[in-house]
């Protein structure tokens, strides 16, 4: 799957959301099959398929703690039965760690947008 086919899915499929790290964040949650809530307790999404040069401004607020993610996206299909909430027009969030084994992974890589 390359970024054309993911804006289609993200186009076609209300369900898919993108959660952007860096290949250390990526490894980690390929190897333990989890998306692991951050310090508030949640797990952030978007939709909006982004430039790893655009990801540290519009998702992580140029925070210094963020700086290098977005390298790297993991495109889901979110389980209906999920809690997700919207916060802003392009930032979602969900309250529990995301075991990847109960959702559709469409894509894990670097970022191709």
């Keep these: 799957m390359n970024g054309h086919d993911i804006i289609g899915q993200l186009l076609t499929d209300p369900q898919v959301y993108l959660h952007f790290t860096d290949d250390r964040g990526l490894a980690g949650i390929l190897h333990e099959g989890v998306i692991r809530t951050n310090f508030k307790g949640v797990v952030y ?3 909006e398929p982004l430039k790893a040069s655009e990801t540290h401004n519009s ?4 925070a210094t703690t963020h700086a290098g993610r977005g390298t790297h996206v993991l495109a889901v299909r979110l389980d209906l039965g999920l809690q997700v909430t919207r916060l802003t027009s392009y930032e979602f969030s969900v309250a529990q760690s995301i075991r990847l084994s109960q959702h559709r992974v469409l894509f894990a890589g670097p970022n191709p947008f």
Excluded: D, E, R
């Design 45 to 47: 999404f978007t939709q």
């Design 59 to 62: 998702l992580f607020i140029g």
